[in-house]
């Protein structure tokens, strides 16, 4: 299993990456413990997701690269 996520998003610049990240964090823990309520018991003090997250911007980058990325992280 893994121990981390990429999440490739686009969004406007007027929502701060840090809201989009509690946001997305919240969501996927409420919908995941709701469709498997033992999985509360199973992480660490019922939190699913830990606090700290990495955000990175792609300036001049192409989206195809960074997709490309994501997928070669897989294998690794």
């Not at 699913?48 to 690794?76: D, F, H, R």
Request: hydrophobic share 40%.
């Amino acid at each position: 299993m893994p121990d981390h996520v990429h999440l490739f998003v686009t969004a406007h610049p007027k929502f701060a990456p840090a809201t989009i990240v509690k946001i997305v964090k919240g969501i996927t823990a409420k919908k995941l413990f709701a469709q498997y309520p033992d999985l509360r018991k199973q992480v660490w003090k019922g939190h699913l997701w830990n606090p700290s997250y990495y955000v990175g911007t792609c300036g001049a980058t192409t989206k195809e690269v960074i997709q490309k990325y994501i997928e070669t992280q897989k294998a690794m």
